[in-house]
Each structure stands twice: as structure tokens, then as C-alpha cells.
């Protein structure tokens, strides 16, 4: 990246800025890749091993989430939103404030960074968990989520809400 910046030395920080998006996106895609490359081999080398097991006459139909919609009948190119945790346990301290007490720790698992146009995005919020633009921490339910699964994994005990029964 360095030396491309060098080659290609943007005029203003705006160019600056949109270059260093371009990069970490293009990184970002070979990390998934990477990733992908890695998981199918891991699927092809523990079904290659139930292969030589099974001797069946019948071609295997695949079980995909695209084959399921093809053969009920519905439109592949609808993307279905994640599905969030909506049961969170009430918390002593805002999650932001939580974030900077646990950042520095191992087990917290940090999101990939988020995909979109920066100038579509609202420059006035930051969210200090996605380590981008676009929303507040306050409202960003990966954090939620990220938080909730350390509770219910026992590593942030401390800032459960304890109620009071006198």
C-alpha cells in the first residue's frame, strides 16, 4: 500500500482518505477469501472421508440455504437481515463504557469492518466497536450482541445489574 500511496500521491486528504478505504476493502475481501478457501477445505476433507463410507446409488442433493429457496420457490437475490439478540441482560454501565474497560482484551471478538460507500454514511456518528462512521456506539447491536455473548460466556459478571431484595 505504501509505496503505491508513493506512486499515486493523493492531492488532497479526501483522495488520501478514499484510497486507504479502497485498500482496506480490497484486504478485507482477500481475508474473507482466505477464510472461505480455508472452511471449504475443511468441508471437502471431512465429507471426502464420508464419501468412501457411503456407496449410494443417488446423486447427493445438496442441502444449501440457496438450493432450500430454489426448490421452495423463492427469489435468491433477497438478502436476509442477521438475526439480533433481542433478550439482553440489564447492565450497570452504558456499553460504550463497558467497550473501553474490555478492549484491550483477549476475548473480545472485533467486527469486520463495515462494508458501504463512507460518503454515503453520516460522518457526525462514530461507533467505536465497528471502528467506523455511520452510527453511535449507543445503537449498535453488534456491540449489544458482542456484549451479551461475553455475559452469557462469564467474562463480564461485574457489570450485571443486581437488583435489591430487601
Known sequence: ?????????PAS??????????????????????????KRKRI???SGSSKQCRKSKSPRRSRSPRNR??????RDDVHT?????????ALNAKRGEILM?????????WPPLMRGDPANKNPNMYCHFRRDIGHDT???????DEVEKLIRRGY????????DRG
Open 156 to 163: 463480564l459478571k461485574q457489570f450485571i445489574k443486581r437488583e
Open 44 to 46: 471437502e476433507e471431512e
Open 13 to 38: 486528504m479526501e483522495e488520501f482518505l478514499n484510497q486507504a478505504a479502497k485498500f482496506m476493502k480490497v484486504e478485507e475481501a482477500l481475508r474473507s477469501q482466505l477464510e472461505m478457501s480455508g
Open 69 to 74: 429457496r430454489k426448490a421452495a420457490g423463492l
Open 101 to 109: 474497560q474490555i478492549k484491550m482484551a483477549e476475548y473480545v471478538r
Open 81 to 89: 437481515p442477521p438475526v439480533h439478540n433481542r433478550n439482553y441482560t
Open 1 to 9: 500500500m505504501r509505496w503505491e500511496i508513493e506512486l499515486n500521491a
Open 138 to 144: 449507543k445503537n449498535c447491536l453488534n456491540l449489544k
